[in-house]
């Protein structure tokens, strides 16, 4: 593996390790005990910060077991997986967002002293290892995931990248015309600057779709966050707006995902998620671009 030309520090912030990488272009800051949450995203160049928290300053902690999302530090993207409604499945009983945000993840080292993070995770309820890895080149946060089977039969998933994104005045969302044409008249999709919409939250799904892709523009700052994907790896594009009907807040969250519900019982019972096979492991890559 050949070191890239960025700059990996850990720094210590309340209490937790943060492993940031950055380079000319743009820094990310992830926290692995913390479900290798990504709690900052910052566009160097016009100073942006796309990552949201609540009001108040970030505050960081750990979440005891059976405590739901909502309760969390809400703070940046974290994976889902592998479900986001809390669920019951094959016995198991699949909490809020998932498995793999509420538990630590470990750091590769010998990746880390080449310039990559690579960091993985053992869910405790559902037989997968999840394992990501983040390289930056340039204006691009490259990242590569693997979830591996540890069990001796096939076993269904729902992904989802779940960032939750801080919006300024004169934002808008950037979408293919056939994604748009998935999203049935959703009036805030093409407003999020001022629209709000019904019960001031809500959340829209686009799939299948043709084209992997989502942006985030601002013409009067030049600011803009891109997503690509391979839709044949993962169909589904989320997208969630609150203007404080969920617990008070504003936010933003553009997710790239593998099915159409939150639910992964309701996802298999459509037969749209994911599957893997017995002892085997499956891939995916999602692409986050910063400006243009």
């Known amino acids: ?3 890239l030309t960025n700059n990996c520090t850990i720094r210590q912030v309340q209490g937790f390790a943060v492993h940031v990488i950055d380079n000319d272009d743009v820094e990310v800051a992830v926290v692995p005990e913390l479900g290798a949450k990504i709690i900052s995203l910052k566009d160097l160049r016009t100073g942006r910060e796309w990552m949201w928290h609540p009001p108040g300053g970030l505050k960081l902690f750990r979440n005891p077991p059976g405590d739901d999302f909502s309760k969390s530090p809400l703070v940046g993207m974290d994976e889902c997986l592998p479900t986001i409604a809390p669920c019951s499945w094959q016995g198991r009983a699949l909490p809020d967002h998932g498995e793999a945000w509420r538990i630590p993840w470990k750091v590769d080292g010998r990746a880390w002293s080449n310039g990559v993070l690579k960091t993985s995770a053992v869910l405790r309820c559902s037989p997968f290892d999840i394992e990501r890895t983040i390289e930056l080149h340039e204006n691009e946060i490259r990242l590569a995931y693997r979830l591996s089977n540890r069990s001796m039969t096939e076993e269904f998933f729902l992904w989802a990248m779940h960032p939750l994104l801080r919006l300024r005045t004169g934002d808008r969302l950037e979408l293919p015309v056939s994604t748009r044409a ?4 959703a009036a805030w999709v093409d407003d999020m600057d001022s629209a709000v919409p019904d019960g001031d939250c809500a959340k829209v799904f686009a799939a299948p779709l043709r084209e992997g892709f ?5 013409a009067e700052t030049g600011d ?14 989320g997208l969630w707006l609150t203007r404080g009907g969920w617990h008070g807040h504003e ?33 995916w890559q999602v692409c986050l671009r910063v400006g243009v």
Request: proline share 3%.
């Open 251 to 283: 936010h933003f969250a553009l997710e790239p995902m593998n099915a159409d519900a939150d639910a992964l019982t309701l996802a298999v019972e459509r037969e749209r998620c994911g599957m893997v096979v017995a002892s085997g492991s499956t891939t």
């Open 1 to 3: 593996m050949n070191a």
């Open 224 to 237: 803009r966050l891109g997503f690509e994907w391979n839709p044949a790896e993962n169909n589904t594009l």
């Open 214 to 218: 989502a942006a985030i523009y601002n």
């Open 182 to 185: 998935l999203l049935n008249g």
